[in-house]
Every structure is written in structure tokens, then in C-alpha cells.
């Protein structure tokens, strides 16, 4: 199974650097809504299914990025900022962040106050990937996510990893529990993906 880990297109809380992670939550910007545009052109391989979380702007991005509907799953939403939700400030970040930054490095016991432990957001997540997987047998699935899952799924499974900018993607190989990863963006890329895999 190939998945491809897309974060979804620029948002007005993006703009404001604000910790938007409950649903609805914020629709894409314009330039958001180029991005996930851009994001369907380099996507020039077949996908084969798509799947979004229940907040609006990955279900958005996904629309315009690829034809196919996508399944909303809710077990691959942005970790949640709990009381720090739609927070902009120093006190937010460093609490946020920070509890984000102790699970990349290991510790998954802390949860951010209101919200999530490390050990739960990644049981979410994988739980989600282990339905995937079950629900199409090989081929590619699109993962329409969010910035900071993302990273912190990413740098559990196979080492730190760099923030994802909007629309960027990264290509992991394999199964739940044994996953390859093939490629991880770094900066802005416009390189398609048939450049990118093997």
C-alpha cells in the first residue's frame, strides 16, 4: 500500500498562526485554495482513494486536489489544542509545541491540558491507517491531514521530520506497522509525484 501524507491548503488561522484544531474549523484562504490546485497537478500518478479529516479545510483541499470523493475520517484530525484552541499567543505555542515536540522525542505520556495524549493521538491515527489498509488491499491512498498530526505521526514512526508547509506531501510504502518512508518534504516542493517514487 502506498499512502501519500498531503496537509491540507493555507487557512485565515494559518495567517494568524492560531491553534484551529475543533471542527468546523477555518475554510482555505484563495492562495489555499491554489495551493490544493497545484497540489492535484503534481499528483499525476493514479490514486486510488482519498481520505480527509472532518474539518473543512482537508475536505476542501481534497476536492479540488483530486476527483474522487473522499471518506471523512475524524481519527486523523489535527491534534487538538485543547484549552488553547484558536489561541495566537507566546503562552499557546510554547504550551502546544511543546507538549508536541516531548512526543516527537519519545515521551508520549504528557497531554496537552484539555486535549490528547501522545499515546492517544497516535493510537487514533494508526487506527485509522489499520482501516485503510483494510478497506483497499495495495494501491494508493491520499491522506488529506494536518501539519502537526502529521509531523508528530511521522517523527514517531521513522525519526524526526520537519514541519510540512501547506499542500506539500510526503510518499510512505508498506502496511500498519511496517511503513517505508520514501519521501518527506523539506521547504516548498513542486516536484510530481511520479519524480518522486521508485
Same mark, same amino acid.
Given at each position: $500500500? #502506498?499512502?501519500?501524507? =498531503?496537509?491540507?491548503?493555507?487557512?485565515?488561522?494559518?495567517?494568524?498562526?492560531? @491553534?484551529?484544531?475543533?471542527?468546523?474549523?477555518?475554510?482555505?484562504?484563495?492562495?489555499? +485554495?491554489?495551493?490544493?490546485? #497545484?497540489?492535484?497537478?503534481? @499528483?499525476? @500518478?493514479?490514486?486510488?482513494?482519498?481520505?480527509?479529516?472532518?474539518?473543512?479545510?482537508?475536505? %476542501?483541499?481534497?476536492?479540488? =486536489?483530486?476527483?474522487?470523493? =473522499?471518506?471523512?475520517?475524524?481519527?486523523?484530525?489535527?491534534?487538538?489544542? &485543547?484549552?488553547?484552541? $484558536?489561541?495566537?499567543? +507566546?503562552?499557546?505555542?510554547?504550551?502546544?509545541?511543546?507538549?508536541?515536540?516531548?512526543? $516527537?522525542?519519545?515521551? @508520549?505520556?504528557?497531554?496537552?491540558?484539555?486535549?490528547?495524549?501522545? !499515546?492517544?493521538?497516535?493510537?487514533?491515527?494508526?487506527?485509522? *491507517?489499520?482501516?485503510?489498509?483494510?478497506?483497499?488491499? &495495495?494501491?494508493?491512498?491520499? *491522506?488529506?491531514?494536518?501539519?502537526? $498530526?502529521?509531523?508528530?505521526?511521522?517523527? !514517531?514512526?521513522?525519526?524526526? %521530520?520537519?514541519?510540512?508547509?501547506?499542500? =506539500?506531501?510526503?510518499?510512505?510504502?508498506?502496511?500498519?506497522?511496517?511503513?517505508? *518512508?520514501?519521501?518527506?518534504?523539506?521547504? +516548498?516542493?513542486?516536484?510530481?509525484?511520479?519524480? *518522486?517514487?521508485?
Amino acid at each position: $500500500m #502506498r499512502l501519500i501524507l =498531503a496537509r491540507h491548503g493555507q487557512t485565515t488561522s494559518n495567517l494568524i498562526r492560531a @491553534l484551529d484544531t475543533a471542527a468546523p474549523g477555518a475554510s482555505l484562504t484563495e492562495d489555499g +485554495k491554489k495551493q490544493a490546485r #497545484r497540489l492535484g497537478e503534481r @499528483l499525476d @500518478l493514479p490514486i486510488d482513494r482519498v481520505i480527509a479529516s472532518h474539518l473543512v479545510r482537508t475536505q %476542501q483541499t481534497a476536492a479540488l =486536489a483530486c476527483s474522487l470523493e =473522499a471518506t471523512i475520517d475524524p481519527r486523523i484530525a489535527e491534534v487538538s489544542a &485543547g484549552v488553547w484552541e $484558536m489561541r495566537h499567543d +507566546k503562552e499557546a505555542h510554547r504550551a502546544y509545541f511543546g507538549t508536541c515536540a516531548e512526543w $516527537m522525542g519519545g515521551h @508520549l505520556a504528557p497531554a496537552i491540558d484539555g486535549g490528547e495524549s501522545g !499515546h492517544e493521538v497516535l493510537a487514533r491515527f494508526n487506527a485509522a *491507517l489499520v482501516d485503510a489498509a483494510e478497506a483497499r488491499s &495495495g494501491g494508493t491512498t491520499l *491522506l488529506v491531514c494536518h501539519g502537526m $498530526m502529521l509531523q508528530v505521526w511521522a517523527s !514517531h514512526t521513522f525519526g524526526h %521530520q520537519p514541519h510540512m508547509i501547506n499542500c =506539500a506531501f510526503a510518499i510512505a510504502d508498506g502496511e500498519p506497522g511496517n511503513w517505508t *518512508l520514501t519521501h518527506w518534504p523539506t521547504g +516548498k516542493v513542486t516536484t510530481p509525484l511520479s519524480q *518522486l517514487v521508485r
